[in-house]
Nanobody, 120 residues
Framework: QVQVVESGGGLVQAGGSLRLSCAAS????????VGWYRQSPGEQRELVAT???????NYADSVKGRFTISRDNAKKPVYLQMNTLQPEDTAVYYC??????????????WGQGTQVTVSS
């Protein structure tokens, strides 16, 4: 079983910054992709940023130039640095981790989410 835990959410004023962290634990052989998604009330969950195992990032157009996904190495948490936050960034942010378990089965795990609220 793979567990994913996010942290770092909170309340910030417009123009401010937050950094989210995501840690995966369990019997993990390899992580092939990580990503951040968000969901606002009444809206569908949407992609924010993803990173493949080769380190190549992908961003939603709405966050390009403001958000940065990063990961020090395969054993470290995944971060989402969010700068110049706007009220429309308010949402629950979820971390997704995909990979291979020690028993060679693939996994696709989600965290419980962390609330980000940006006040105007």
């Amino acid at each position: 079983q793979v567990q994913v835990v996010e942290s770092g959410g909170g309340l910030v004023q417009a123009g401010g910054s937050l950094r989210l962290s995501c840690a995966a634990s369990g019997s993990i052989r390899a992580i092939t992709a990580v990503g951040w998604y968000r969901q606002s009330p009444g809206e569908q969950r949407e992609l924010v940023a993803t990173m493949r195992s080769d380190g190549s990032p992908n961003y939603a157009d709405s966050v390009k130039g403001r958000f940065t996904i990063s990961r020090d190495n395969a054993k470290k948490p995944v971060y989402l640095q969010m700068n110049t936050l706007q009220p429309e960034d308010t949402a629950v942010y979820y971390c997704n981790v995909q990979g291979v378990r020690s028993d060679y089965r693939t996994f696709d795990s989600w965290g419980q989410g962390t609330q980000v609220t940006v006040s105007s």
